[in-house]
């Protein structure tokens, strides 16, 4: 059974910094991996993808995948407080495939 | 944008009732999903679909059962509710990238 784990629980950050969000997963044979943000009272919405080793970056929000490692990330440059959420990290065998979720990090970007 | 519509919004049922949550998407999306989501075990799977007819069981089946009976809709059934089963549902539709999700229904079993 897949397993998701993202870390830190909570994250808090000034406006203007960097997030740095974490997450690992078990099974070897994972090939989609998203990120997805849940503002309070919403239900998530996906932010970004990543399905290649490596950086992917659309505009202030990167992500960094390394299979080998089953290990992903994301970095927000220039945190706002609009983005103030819970974020998940999603992982799939294949896009037609059951999706696992990790538990979630808080961020809070302080003005 | 996608649409996923889950009804009721808000439910308070009794220990032992009977209950139906309901989802529809008019994104013509083959797979759909029912998550709970709970403080600190943050979404977690319990049954999806690939298709009208299809369901499987996700990581948490144990007590729900879900019926697809359209491409369109997928319902979560709570045969014998009991309050371990209080949480937030989110109803998700997804074809080949992101998953669209509903906004909630957020059930009290008393």
């Known amino acids: 059974q897949q397993k998701v784990q993202q870390s830190p629980e909570s994250l808090i950050v000034p406006e203007g910094g960097m997030a740095s969000l974490n997450c690992t997963f078990s099974d070897r044979n994972s090939q989609y991996f998203w990120w997805y943000r849940q503002h309070s009272g919403e239900g998530p919405k996906a932010l970004m993808s990543i399905f290649s080793n490596g950086d992917k970056k659309e505009g202030r929000f990167t992500a960094h995948l390394n299979k080998a490692s089953l290990y992903v990330s994301l970095h927000i440059k220039d945190s706002q407080p609009s983005d103030s959420a819970l974020y998940f990290c999603?992982?799939?065998?294949?896009?037609?495939?059951?999706?696992?979720f990790g538990k979630g990090t808080h961020l809070h970007v302080l003005p | 944008e996608a649409a996923v519509t889950q009804s009721p919004r808000n439910k308070v049922a009794v220990t032992g009732g009977k209950v139906t949550l309901s989802c529809n998407q008019t994104n013509n999306h083959n797979n759909m999903y029912w998550y709970r989501q709970d403080t600190g075990h943050g979404l977690r799977l319990i049954h999806y679909?690939?298709?009208?007819?299809?369901?499987e069981k996700g990581d948490i089946p144990d007590g729900y059962k879900a019926s697809r009976p359209s491409q369109e809709n997928f319902s979560l059934i709570l045969e014998l509710a009991t309050p371990s089963q209080t949480s937030v549902y989110f109803c998700?539709?997804?074809?080949?990238?992101?998953?669209?999700f509903g906004h909630g229904t957020k059930l009290s079993v008393l």
């Open positions: 998700a539709s997804g074809g080949t990238e992101r998953l669209f």
């Open positions: 679909s690939y298709g009208a007819g299809s369901t």
């Open positions: 999603a992982v799939s065998r294949t896009n037609a495939y059951k999706v696992i």
